[in-house]
């Protein structure tokens, strides 16, 4: 179990290189849960409908769903909606922040997104925080040094990369107890 600070809270961001097993193992983690909430944040990307229905073909009936719509408003107030109605899901997994950053941003604004999406984030594990939060996010082997056994991406993207660090730092500063766990390849 991560880190609870005075009021309760269980919330933790997982990090790991992209298609390394991070959402399928915070889903085995969750799985003594009676009911959980998953956050899909991959919009309107066609190119991926093979993982998008992997990913939905894996999880039980007890896990339910919301996906990202691409306006972060309606994504958010979908998620406070499902939180709130009976039977209560009592452990999210929103997998992939700097995606629903990517996908949320307003022409082109990604840090203004990653904003945006840290601090949708943070209201809602304050809003909710009896539920135990899985906050899943990728990094790339260079982000914080090789990681063996995985392909290492160039970082030339430094947008994607602030955006990210962005989130992550913002989310540090505001949710005391924050337990942050890097996934090492698990495929």
């Known amino acids: 179990m991560a880190v609870a600070d005075a009021v309760g809270l269980d919330v933790r961001l997982d990090l ?9 193992a915070v889903e085995r983690e969750l799985s003594p849960h009676a009911l959980r909430l998953y956050v899909g944040t ?22 339910l769903l ?26 999210c997994l ?3 922040l700097t995606t ?5 941003a307003v022409d082109g604004d990604l840090l203004s997104a990653a904003r945006d999406v840290a601090d949708v984030v943070i209201a809602l594990v304050r809003r909710q ?3 135990v939060w899985r906050l899943v996010d990728s990094v790339y082997a260079d982000d914080f ?25 913002r989310l540090a500063g505001a949710l005391d107890g924050l ?9």
């Open 129 to 131: 925080p009896r539920v």
């Open 66 to 91: 919301v996906e990202s719509t691409g306006d972060l408003s309606t994504d958010m107030s979908a998620i406070v909606d499902r939180l709130a109605t009976p039977p209560r899901p009592t452990a």
């Open 94 to 96: 929103i997998d992939g």
């Open 179 to 187: 337990d942050v766990h890097r996934v090492r390849g698990l495929r």
């Open 42 to 63: 991959l919009w309107g990307a066609r190119a991926h409908d093979a993982l998008l229905a992997a990913h939905r073909e894996r999880r039980d009936a007890r896990w």
């Open 145 to 169: 040094g090789d990681e063996p056994g995985r392909q290492v991406i160039p970082s030339t993207d430094w947008l994607r990369r602030a955006a990210a660090q962005s989130i992550w730092t």
């Open 16 to 24: 790991g290189p992209p298609a390394s097993g991070k959402s399928l």
């Open 100 to 104: 629903w950053a990517m996908n949320v």
